[in-house]
């Protein structure tokens, strides 16, 4: 069995592997933890679910908080006697990264252009929806063009409630119209909706602009994948996404260990 670990700015999640089947699924809050805590965190929740270090065969890791990358390379090794497969500069990717400078790119943003590529061919657009939200382009080639960085969800709830006198905070809800009749709805409509229009608004710039980068007479469709924390929420009301999967990082995070596996442990 693999064990995948996405290490984001807000959450980590983790999932135990099967061939290309999540078994199990876990999401804990990202916070400073030591290599022993990393380790103890790790058996914990594998031994809810009845499995022990002998059980997995490999470890694969997406790290965005360097701070937390050492100690669970090292917990890894430690607790679990393997080796973790960081994914990083120098690794086996099978994607060409097109961009001014490749080493700037999040190791997350590669790892969902290779599960999305792997499925759907290319040219398409991930939408992230993490801390921040990402949109990631991959042209017919299989290559890795860049993309677009906007402010996350949450980020540009924030800043609404903290930078006004007057609006409360509000649950993140869908609401069902555009036009609150209390401040509460407006201020819903305003982030949700808001919210969507700059999702499908930059999805479709991408689009046209992998689309402009083939020759022939028609114009290709180029799906839109999204994954992430709201991309149920969030994705599902936008016109430009195709289709919403939550394992898509840890499908990447599969398809990179099995490209860079070693034979033994």
């Not at 305003?190 to 980068?213: H, I, P, Q, S, T």
């Not at 180029?222 to 394992?247: F, H, K, M, Q, Y």
Request: charged share 25%.
């Amino acid at each position: 069995m693999l064990l995948v670990i996405d290490v984001g700015n807000t959450n980590i999640v983790l999932g135990a592997m099967r061939g290309a089947e999540v078994v199990h699924r876990w999401r804990v809050s990202t916070a400073p933890r030591t290599t022993d805590e990393v380790g103890l965190l790790l058996l914990q929740l594998m031994r809810h679910r009845g499995l022990g270090p002998d059980d997995i065969d490999g470890v694969s890791v997406s790290c965005v908080v360097p701070s937390l990358l050492y100690a669970i390379e090292k917990a890894s090794r430690r607790y679990l006697d393997r080796e973790a497969l960081i994914i990083g500069s120098g690794i086996r990717t099978g994607m060409r990264i097109r961009t001014e400078n490749p080493r700037e790119v999040g190791a997350d943003r590669i790892v969902n252009a290779v599960a999305a590529y792997e499925r759907h061919g290319g040219p398409l657009v991930v939408v992230d929806f993490g801390t921040a939200t990402t949109f990631d382009c991959v042209d017919a080639r299989g290559d890795y063009v860049g993309g677009a960085i906007a402010p996350g969800f949450r980020i540009s709830a924030e800043a609404l409630f903290t930078r006004t006198a007057k609006l409360p905070p509000v649950e993140v809800e869908r609401p069902d119209r555009a036009i609150g009749t209390n401040t509460v709805r407006s201020m819903q409509s305003g982030l949700f909706w808001g919210y969507v229009g700059l999702v499908d608004g930059l999805a479709r710039r991408c689009k046209a602009e992998l689309a402009e980068r083939l020759d022939g007479d028609a114009p290709p469709r180029v799906p839109c994948v999204a994954t992430g924390g709201l991309s149920n929420l969030i994705g599902r009301a936008c016109e430009e996404i195709d289709e919403v999967d939550d394992d898509l990082t840890l499908q990447g995070l599969r398809l990179l260990w099995e490209r860079n596996r070693r034979p033994g442990r």
